[in-house]
């Protein structure tokens, strides 16, 4: 349960035809005015996620070749709500060109519109989990770095800089949002362990939010930060410096012994 790490595979959106040069890979659908959120939404899906989620998001279970010579492969997305949808659009972890690789983030490939109605049509399939909204600021900053410590930061580092683990990267969390965070950990995507309500409440993740964003910039008195990756290598490279400078002293006080 210490392990909060990586944040990855579960909504495989993947691409199918070619699109405008500034985000390739996405095909956009022209809607007519007057229709639904909801029915645009499942005509962008239909475009550019069904090879993976299957028509009805469904998911497929058994490569196949899609749209665009593509292979789909992806889990269900019935029942996963707004929740997972919206996490691994605005992440840019999807759309995802191999099932089988660790999605990083990366430049979000739809509009705002696009990014909305994708989310209210995935909503849509079967009830499941809404976007949380953590209040940072009602969070407790001590209590945020306690849970973060305990939870995430043997993967994360307490400095929320990330690090490698068996079979994956633990991304580090500056480019995280609140929201993201929070998704996180509701979603405990990929080799990161999902976190209840009951093991976490809305009011602890609002601490643990206010902790990561404190990381972020935090507040360095009395000495060098060395880029926050945290005090076990902080004070390595102390040790470092302090080696080489007994070792510089005593060359030179040997020099002057034998002059």
């Avoid at 007057?34 to 989620?53: D, I, K, M, P």
């Avoid at 995430?152 to 949002?177: I, K, M």
């Avoid at 008195?221 to 302090?242: N, S, Y």
Wanted: charged share 15%.
């Amino acid at each position: 349960m210490r392990r909060a790490a990586v944040i990855l595979v579960a909504l495989v959106l993947t691409p199918s035809a070619a699109a405008d040069p500034p985000r390739a890979g996405v095909t956009h659908v022209h809607v007519p005015p007057g229709t639904s959120t909801v029915e645009y939404g499942r005509q962008l899906f239909a475009a550019n996620c069904a090879t993976c989620h299957g028509p009805a998001g469904e998911g497929v279970l058994t490569p196949m070749r899609g749209a665009g010579d593509v292979t789909g492969l992806g889990p269900s997305l019935q029942g996963v709500g707004a929740l997972a949808a919206d996490f691994y659009l605005r992440t840019g972890y999807m759309p995802l060109a191999d099932p089988h690789r660790q999605p990083r983030r990366s430049a979000v490939l739809f509009s705002e519109p696009e990014l909305h109605a994708l989310v209210a049509y995935v909503a849509s399939l079967a009830p499941g989990p809404a976007i949380p909204a953590p209040d940072p600021k009602s969070g407790n900053l001590a209590a945020g770095q306690q849970l973060f410590t305990e939870n995430c930061a043997g993967c994360h580092q307490v400095a929320a800089e990330g690090g490698y683990v068996t079979g994956a990267v633990a991304p580090p969390l500056e480019d995280a949002t609140s929201v993201q965070i929070a998704e996180a950990v509701r979603i405990g995507p990929y080799l990161m362990p999902r976190f209840s309500k009951k093991q976490i409440s809305d009011g602890q993740l609002s601490s643990i939010v206010r902790y990561v964003q404190y990381a972020k910039h935090p507040d360095d008195r009395g000495g060098w930060a060395i880029g926050h990756v945290g005090p076990v290598p902080e004070g390595l490279v102390t040790w470092f410096i302090g080696i080489a400078a007994v070792v510089a002293a005593a060359m030179v006080i040997g020099k002057r012994l034998h002059s």
